[in-house]
């Protein structure tokens, strides 16, 4: 049984940091491309950041240079540094694995993320 338990979300002023995990169990990790999405109310679910399994990544313009994204294949884990957070940034942020040859993929169940003062 696949599982992505995403963990670390909470409230957060403007200009703070969190760290999401998401720990990834059920499946081969170094087969899969991770990534973290989110969705807004009222909005569509949109990429944030990928990283494959080389660890080759890619980011949504929106946190260039304020997120990183990190995987630990060891600990089967994902994680999103998000620093100098904004309001704009409240969503809850869902963890996704995409098998890098088959189409196949996996959700995790979501951890919200509110940046407000």
């Known amino acids: 049984q696949v599982q992505l338990v995403e963990s670390g979300g909470g409230l957060v002023q403007p200009g703070g940091s969190l760290r999401l995990s998401c720990a990834a169990s059920?499946?081969?990790?170094?087969?899969?491309?991770m990534g973290w999405y989110r969705q807004a109310p009222g909005k569509q679910r949109e990429l944030v950041a990928r990283?494959?399994?080389?660890?080759?990544?890619n980011y949504a313009d929106f946190v260039k240079g304020r997120f990183t994204i990190s995987s630990d294949n060891a600990k089967n884990t994902a994680y999103l540094q998000m620093n100098s957070l904004k309001p704009e940034d409240t969503a809850v942020y869902y963890c996704?694995?995409?098998?890098?040859?088959?189409?196949?993929?996996?959700w995790g169940q979501g951890t919200q993320v509110t940046v407000s003062s």
């Open positions: 996704r694995a995409d098998h890098i040859f088959e189409i196949r993929n996996y």
């Open positions: 059920g499946i081969t990790f170094s087969d899969y491309t």
């Open positions: 990283i494959r399994s080389g660890g080759r990544t």
